[in-house]
């Protein structure tokens, strides 16, 4: 396959394109998660765009921003990865929404991760599951890992295996309601050389 | 107080006035201090990788911990600083990912000991170029499973070491 060189500037065909992909994802998401905190879960529009790896710390407030991050590998026809970020009040939320009670006590902190785990998990398979239909691409995902940390030192660990390859990610922001409450999350993918020229060939808007 | 000056992703700053260089947020990553404590010259580097193994590094050699310590003591000698005076002390190296093991099976390349080991092999890196260009280590304060936001005083050395969930430190 031939590697175009790729500028970091998309059409905003292929921006609307990757939202539309955004859109289903994250509705694939809502339905699941509702069903999972038996709750109502409404979601706003999301928003895709394409960004420099350093730009990505402002997206949460900055580098030393505590966010919750989950993140899991993707493998199979196309390679990458995927963080979820969420703000820690976010992040605090939704696992008290997953487990179904107020998570106060720091004995519930192995809970608190495992939910958001899940969370995660569930967000990206969703969106995987999106952009698998629309591609006709293979994905699988690996399990996930949990750290509460820095936006910066979380990133780091993403950013290591993508640094010889593509400098820009593709950043889904999405937003959730769940009961009134507001859980703000980014979606991260950092697709490894070549994936997105793949990902956007298949869906009908190539990188020219 | 002096001003705050950021040292992001694979910069390198050195600075002879009285200056604190800032990396926020060091996972992984490794920020090497350098300072020449007579002539109050120091800088900060703020690596990803642990060695460019002959990879070009030439427009971005701080995206490296071997070619930016290198690059760094050479950026301090130019500010006045005296090579058998340099001294230095890491941040940073941390795993923040505890990857369960399996997870990474399939993806090959031997990634899950590549990722999960990173922050380890970034200060041994540094290390080895420290020893390589005799500058001894005075200090670090690096692995464990946390961020820190390292400061550096260029003018005495001090190095104020912040995390989240880990208090705070001198070094």
Known sequence: ?208 | MSEVTPVGVAEIRASKNSEILASYGLGSCVAVAIFDPMKKVGGLVHALLPESRGRDSGENPGKFADTGVASLVEKLIELGARRRFLRSKIVGGACMFEMPSGAWSSSGKDGRSFLSDIGRRNVEAAKQKLEELKIPLVAEDTGGNYGRTVKLNTETGDIEVNSLFHGSTHI
């Open chain 1, 1 to 208: 396959m031939s590697e175009k060189k790729f500028d970091g500037v998309l059409s905003s065909v292929q921006i609307d394109a990757l939202r539309e992909v955004g859109n289903i994802g994250a509705g694939n998401a809502a339905i699941a998660l509702s069903e999972m905190v038996e709750k109502r879960v409404e979601l706003s529009v999301p928003k895709a765009n394409l960004l420099p790896l350093a730009k990505v710390p402002a997206l949460v407030g900055g580098p030393e921003t505590p966010v919750a991050g989950v993140y899991l590998r993707v493998f199979g026809e196309t390679r990458g990865s995927i963080l979820l970020l969420l703000e820690r009040d976010s992040a605090m939320s939704l696992a008290d929404f997953m487990v179904n009670r107020k998570l106060g006590n720091f004995d519930d902190e192995k809970l608190r991760r495992s939910a958001l785990k899940e969370t995660g998990s569930i967000i990206s398979g969703a969106y995987l599951c999106a952009l698998s239909e629309l591609t006709g691409l293979n994905f699988k995902q690996s399990v996930p890992a949990f750290a509460m940390d820095m936006a910066g030192a979380i990133l780091d660990h993403v950013l290591v295996g993508h640094a010889e390859c593509e400098d820009y990610v593709l950043v889904v922001e999405t937003d959730f309601k769940v009961e009134g409450v507001r859980i703000q999350g980014h979606l991260i993918l950092f697709p490894d050389l070549g994936t997105l020229s793949v990902i956007l060939e298949r869906l009908g808007v190539p990188i020219e």
